[in-house]
């Protein structure tokens, strides 16, 4: 199950999906707890902090805000 909402995760991310925007689909669309999807999101971000960096400052430019305040640190 984990795996299933891994890659359901990573085509919201295509989709250039913020955390809260993934939680809702999924949980409409694929009927996946929105708590297995946060927990997904945040195991993921800890694996992978460079790429999420990168995608939420590439995000933040694309829709003129500001990154995150946890991924915009060094």
Not at 64 to 72: K, L, Q
């Amino acid at each position: 199950m984990i795996r299933t909402v891994q890659h359901l995760i990573e085509r919201c991310l295509l989709l250039r999906m913020d955390l809260h925007g993934c939680v809702e689909t999924l949980a409409k669309h694929a009927n996946i707890n929105p708590i297995l999807t946060v927990a997904v999101w945040k195991g993921l971000l800890n694996e992978n902090r460079d790429f999420f960096r990168a995608y939420f400052v590439g995000n933040a430019r694309l829709y003129n805000h500001s990154p995150p305040a946890h991924i915009s640190r060094p």
